[in-house]
């Protein structure tokens, strides 16, 4: 079973034996000396605002990916960098489809404009994920990189979204708007490890195509406040709101069963909530 979720300082570690692993070994990093947990935390730091996601399998922790800024002046604010890594092991399983399920949607929601993601060629695989998920080649720079004795080109490839800058403005193409949200059910906010992750809260949403995607409650009030799909009203309900919600259907339909069953008593003396729990087949375990 795999699931997709928001990186936790728990997952640090884990996160740096993989690029320590890709340091050392291969050239989809182009560091030379291992990286500190106290490199990473820094890194780590800015997750609110550029998330991280992991993916973890049977309880195992098999990639993640993020996003970081592009650059740090303000014109450059609306465009990041986003990448992943995924254990050797488990590469080719689909671990990067999913990541970037959660991610994409993620800073498209958060109103980043453009993605760039840089890869260091030759990496076939990495370029059909990409270009999976509507990234465009738009460059390659030649012999900017050198490792395990070679001079390495890097190819970069941008993704762009559409965002409301102006309320007069065009709204574009309808592929690249903001996308639709709906609230997340009880079960999809269990299975997603919705709450409280790593010490800052999140929102979780269904996009229209039946994927979940995580916003971090601190950047929501950044997002525009009525673009045309109401994004910036996203009905995301608290999550004790909606158990209380839950509680309160399950007593009501109890008390609705139990009308019902006023003409069914059994014939030795059973009272008529016993007859219910026992009869009925209604699922009480979550009153």
Same mark, same amino acid.
């Given at each position: 079973?795999?699931?997709?979720?928001?990186?936790?300082?728990?997952?640090?570690?884990?996160?740096?034996?993989?690029?320590?692993?890709?340091?050392?070994?291969?050239?989809?990093?182009?560091?030379?000396?291992?990286?500190?947990?106290?490199?990473?935390?820094?890194?780590?730091?800015?997750?609110? %605002?550029?998330?991280?996601?992991?993916?973890?399998?049977?309880? +195992?922790? $098999? /990639?993640?990916?993020?996003?970081?800024? !592009? @650059?740090?002046?303000?014109?450059?604010?609306?465009?990041?960098?986003?990448?992943?890594?995924?254990?050797?092991?488990?590469?080719?399983?689909?671990?990067?489809?999913?990541?970037?399920?959660?991610?994409?949607?993620?800073?498209?929601?958060?109103?980043?404009?453009?993605?760039?993601?840089?890869?260091?060629?030759?990496?076939? %695989?990495?370029?059909?994920?990409?270009?999976?998920?509507?990234? +465009?080649? $738009? /460059?390659?720079?030649?012999?900017?990189? !050198? @490792?395990?004795?070679?001079?390495?080109?890097?190819?970069?490839?941008?993704?762009?979204?559409?965002?409301?800058?102006?309320?007069?403005?065009?709204?574009?193409?309808?592929?690249?708007?903001?996308?639709?949200?709906?609230?997340?059910?009880?079960?999809?906010?269990?299975?997603?490890?919705?709450?409280?992750?790593?010490?800052?809260?999140?929102?979780?949403?269904?996009?229209?195509?039946?994927?979940?995607?995580?916003?971090?409650?601190?950047?929501?009030?950044?997002?525009?406040?009525?673009?045309?799909?109401?994004?910036?009203?996203?009905?995301?309900?608290?999550?004790?709101?909606?158990?209380?919600?839950?509680?309160?259907?399950?007593?009501?339909?109890?008390?609705?069963?139990?009308?019902?069953?006023?003409?069914?008593?059994?014939?030795?003396?059973?009272?008529?909530?016993?007859?219910?729990?026992?009869?009925?087949?209604?699922?009480?375990?979550?009153?």
């Amino acid at each position: 079973m795999r699931i997709v979720r928001p990186v936790t300082l728990d997952d640090l570690p884990v996160i740096l034996d993989i690029l320590n692993r890709e340091i050392r070994e291969g050239i989809a990093h182009f560091g030379t000396e291992p990286l500190t947990i106290e490199d990473l935390a820094r890194e780590f730091a800015n997750a609110t %605002a550029y998330p991280w996601f992991a993916a973890i399998h049977y309880e +195992s922790l $098999v /990639g993640f990916a993020r996003a970081n800024p !592009w @650059k740090s002046r303000g014109g450059y604010a609306k465009t990041c960098e986003v990448g992943l890594y995924v254990e050797p092991e488990t590469q080719g399983q689909g671990v990067g489809v999913a990541l970037y399920e959660q991610l994409l949607p993620s800073l498209q929601c958060l109103g980043f404009k453009t993605l760039l993601g840089g890869i260091a060629l030759p990496n076939p %695989a990495s370029v059909r994920l990409h270009e999976k998920f509507g990234f +465009s080649h $738009v /460059g390659t720079l030649p012999q900017v990189g !050198w @490792k395990f004795g070679a001079w390495r080109d890097v190819g970069w490839w941008q993704r762009r979204h559409w965002i409301e800058t102006d309320p007069t403005a065009g709204l574009g193409p309808a592929a690249d708007r903001p996308p639709a949200l709906a609230p997340l059910t009880s079960a999809e906010r269990t299975r997603c490890g919705y709450g409280r992750s790593g010490g800052y809260p999140w929102k979780g949403a269904r996009l229209p195509n039946g994927s979940i995607v995580m916003i971090p409650r601190s950047v929501l009030p950044r997002l525009p406040d009525a673009p045309p799909n109401g994004l910036g009203r996203i009905a995301c309900l608290d999550h004790c709101f909606a158990i209380g919600i839950l509680r309160l259907a399950g007593y009501l339909a109890a008390l609705l069963f139990e009308n019902q069953c006023d003409q069914r008593q059994s014939s030795q003396g059973q009272n008529r909530f016993h007859y219910l729990l026992s009869n009925s087949g209604f699922p009480f375990g979550f009153l």
